[in-house]
């Protein structure tokens, strides 16, 4: 069983900053295809991006590329996510998720195993 807590979600302003990050209890993190997705009220659940076990591979959904910057640091078991040049579209709740199945990059949230509860981000205008 693994367990997933995100933290680092808040209000900013367009244009500001956040870092979340998802610390990892309960199995083997350096061995784990991790992956950050977001749901806005009434929308679809959204892939964001993904990073591999080793950290060398990294992929991003198109809207993000530039401004987002996932990371992980597997001696804190932990996973982050950097957001940069927020906008108002970037409004969700932010989901940390583990896949254990995969050694590479995935893409789908079916693929993943296990999820934590979410941390809200809201960009206001």
């Known amino acids: 069983q693994v367990q997933l807590v995100e933290s680092g979600g808040g209000l900013v302003q367009v244009g500001g900053s956040l870092r979340l990050s998802c610390a990892a209890s309960?199995?083997?993190?350096?061995?784990?295809?991790m992956g950050w997705f977001r749901q806005a009220p009434g929308k679809e659940r959204e892939f964001v991006a993904t990073i591999s076990w080793s950290g060398d591979s990294r992929d991003y959904a198109d809207s993000m590329k530039g401004r987002f910057t996932i990371s992980r640091d597997n001696a804190k078991n932990t996973v982050y996510l950097q957001m940069n040049s927020l906008k108002p579209e970037d409004t969700a709740v932010y989901h940390c998720a583990c896949a254990i199945r995969f050694y590479g990059l995935r893409h789908q949230g079916f693929d993943y195993d296990y999820w934590g509860q979410g941390t809200q981000v809201t960009v206001s205008s």
């Open positions: 309960g199995g083997t993190f350096s061995s784990y295809t």
